[in-house]
């Protein structure tokens, strides 16, 4: 098994301010790493694919000036929310890839309720 | 995009096994179907995946069609607390392919 944590579970905070979530692969290493989000009711969303020591791609529809994607070390990747806003109020979900070639797993994190008040 | 098509939502009484069903009739032969499930506010949980061939573990079992165009999941005792939604997803396990979820199925068990 695989197992991953991340930090807060749980923030709320004022519109305007910016929110830093971490992800961390307890005890394997992550060479790629997913970041989703979830609004109420509705599915994941994909919104990036970053890959250690390299920039993040994002999926359609994603501003890559406001969801700050760092993933520095093999076991850590951070989310940074810049300037939130109500809307960005969601459910977000970190989910590493253990593996590489032709065989790998993905695996998620619990998640991390953000609230902008 | 998620290849997957799902009914949005299932009644199971609870003790009774539970048949959720799931078409990916766009599936290509490197492809394989897994399943996930999501409690209220938790992470996805993997439950099984497979092939081909039909797969079983200590959660559930499997059942892909011989063209693989379509699978079901089937828990064969459904208690309260497999109350949640299940997603399908087919997914090829070379590098750098992720999870696209679809909607999922809406598992309700009644007591």
């Known amino acids: 098994g695989a197992v991953v944590s991340q930090h807060p579970s749980r923030v709320i905070c004022k519109s305007g301010t910016s929110v830093k979530i971490e992800c961390r692969s307890l005890d394997f290493q992550a060479t790629t790493m997913f970041w989703y989000r979830q609004f109420p009711k509705k599915s994941l969303m994909l919104m990036a694919t970053s890959n250690e020591g390299s920039k993040a791609t994002y999926e359609q529809g994603v501003e890559k000036d406001k969801f700050l994607i760092n993933h520095a070390s093999l076991t850590l990747s951070t989310l940074t929310v810049t300037s939130a806003h109500p809307e960005d109020s969601s459910f977000y979900i970190c989910?590493?890839?253990?593996?590489?070639?032709?065989?790998?797993?993905?695996?998620f994190g619990p998640g991390t309720r953000l609230t902008v008040l | 995009d998620a290849k997957t098509t799902q009914p949005p939502s299932m009644d199971c009484a609870e003790g009774r096994a539970a048949n959720l069903p799931c078409n990916h009739s766009t599936i290509s032969g490197n492809e394989y179907v897994y399943w996930y499930r999501q409690i209220h506010s938790q992470g996805p949980q993997y439950i099984i995946h497979g092939l081909k061939n039909n797969e079983t573990n200590e959660m559930a079992s499997l059942i892909i069609t011989e063209d693989r165009k379509s699978s079901t999941l089937i828990l064969p005792h459904a208690t309260l607390r497999d109350t949640a939604v299940y997603y399908c997803?087919?997914?090829?396990?070379?590098?750098?392919?992720?999870?696209?979820f679809g909607t999922g199925t809406s598992l309700t068990v009644i007591p």
């Open positions: 997803i087919v997914r090829a396990s070379n590098t750098g392919n992720q999870f696209y």
């Open positions: 989910s590493p890839l253990k593996g590489t070639g032709d065989w790998n797993e993905q695996f």
